[in-house]
């Protein structure tokens, strides 16, 4: 802003001086003391000033002119939130989907991906809640004890990232967030947000270092005025194996719907069932 007023100021200077275009003769020296030509015609300050009244006119505008009256640029637009793309899963990123078979980012009941970014790690989460939706960190498959990362939609339509540590069965606010270059969205009754968090971390009880594989526990549910209540399931989705950050996988798990089929003893009833249909009843 400074350097803007500045420039105005050196402009108006060179204007006048004669510096900025053809340089005055001495006949129209003496025109510019009295202001008249030979002729009592306006000489060539009066012409200079009409020349910086209309650059400043242009340069000037009340549109471009901040609330101290000094000119600024105008503010670029603002991206909107890309979609997170499916087809990296596997081959640049690593992803976790939890759902029905084959669903992606915008369908999945839970979306995680992951992807290494120098330093720093790049976290896209998404799922079918209006509240929100978290990851954690943990060195076993139980909560309690775990670092958290969680992505949270108030009522202002705006969605926040915070950092929790699980306290037992309760997630609690910390205030140190490792999370930068932040990004959310509410869309579709989903919430889907991204961002940063490094690799490396001091020694700390609440934030562990990424670089080092854990299992990933998933969990989403209802918030109230930008605050998280008790997820969705009571059995939340938890990784089966500790995730490596180096390693980019895609992988899929199916929900509590999608798993009854899966069962053996399920599958053994619908065996007996179909062989019992087929053969008839005595």
Not at 54 to 74: H, Q
Not at 107 to 123: A, K, P
Request: hydrophobic share 35%; with cysteine.
């Amino acid at each position: 802003m400074v350097l803007l007023r500045s420039f105005a100021q050196l402009t108006v200077l060179l204007l006048r001086s004669g510096w900025w275009g053809v340089a005055p003769s001495p006949t129209d020296e003496g025109a510019l003391r009295t202001g008249h030509g030979e002729h009592g015609e306006p000489g060539h300050q009066e012409a200079h000033k009409d020349s910086y009244s209309t650059f400043a006119s242009e340069f000037l505008e009340s549109r471009y002119l901040s609330d101290e009256g000094y000119p600024f640029p105008t503010a670029p637009p603002v991206d909107p939130f890309a979609k997170i793309k499916v087809s990296d899963c596997g081959v640049t990123k690593g992803c976790i989907r939890y759902g029905k078979p084959g669903c992606d980012a915008e369908s999945c009941d839970y979306f995680l991906s992951y992807r290494r970014i120098g330093t720093d790690v790049e976290f896209e989460m998404s799922a079918d809640t209006d509240g929100w939706v978290a990851v954690g960190f943990s060195s076993d498959k139980k909560m309690g004890g775990d670092d958290v990362m969680g992505c949270v939609h108030d009522d202002n339509g705006r969605v926040r990232i915070h950092h929790f540590y699980n306290v037992g069965q309760w997630a609690k606010e910390i205030k140190r967030n490792p999370a930068r270059d932040e990004e959310g969205i509410f869309e579709n009754n989903r919430v889907t947000c991204r961002f940063k968090r490094p690799l490396y971390v001091p020694r700390e009880e609440t934030l562990v270092d990424l670089h080092l594989s854990w299992y990933y526990l998933f969990a989403w549910g209802p918030a109230i005025q930008g605050s998280i209540t008790r997820h969705d399931i009571d059995s939340p989705p938890v990784s089966d194996r500790m995730i490596s950050i180096y390693k980019y996988e895609d992988i899929f798990m199916p929900s509590t719907a999608y798993q009854t089929f899966n069962s053996p003893i399920c599958l053994l009833l619908i065996v007996a069932l179909t062989f019992y249909l087929l053969m008839g009843t005595p």
